[in-house]
């Protein structure tokens, strides 16, 4: 059995939500690098739940175009499980400035498809403490220590199945 699962928080962002071909491409990536979708959902965010959501960057230089950008089309959200999950997440979208990353990392998820420095495809939990805070941020109804209780170990285990309409992961019942 392998150890204690991770969960984080990944936003899928405006400028590949608006893309269906690249967010396609983008799930593909996910699910064969062997993530676990525990909940996913399509959110359209204010401005004011933006700027709440990336509070830590408040005063910076580019604050304003980074809510502009987040509020200005859908995101999807989704809860991701594994092992390791919040570096291996973090790993597949390269690093956070694409005018970069397109030369450093042009495999990666931002360096295949990011737009700007700001339009940078997606974000990712960067510690459990964040990951806590961010999954309650969008998914409020999920209660981590149940789900620990009585999900994780289907996970764990790889008991699992994709439904791809839903975009979740569901324990496979022993019936
Ligand atoms: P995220 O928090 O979205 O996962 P990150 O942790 O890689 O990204 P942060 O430093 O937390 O990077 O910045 C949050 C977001 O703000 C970035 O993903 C990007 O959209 C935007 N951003 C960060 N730095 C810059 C910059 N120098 N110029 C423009 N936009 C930036
Ligand atoms: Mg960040």
Known sequence: MSQRLQLTLAILKPDIVANPSVLKNVWTRMLENGLYFVMSKRV?????????????????????????????????????????????????????????????????????FGLTDTRNCAHGSDADATAKKEVGFFFPEFDIDKWYKEQHKFFQNDLVEFDPDKLQHFAISDT
């Open 44 to 112: 359209q965010l204010s401005a004011v739940q933006a700027e709440q959501f990336y509070a830590e960057h408040r005063g910076k230089f580019f604050q304003n175009r980074l809510v502009c950008f987040m509020s200005s089309g859908p995101v999807w959200c989704h809860i991701l499980c594994g092992d390791d999950v919040i570096g291996r997440w973090r790993r597949m979208l390269g690093p956070t400035k694409v005018l970069k990353t397109v030369f450093d990392q042009p495999d990666s998820i931002r360096g295949s």
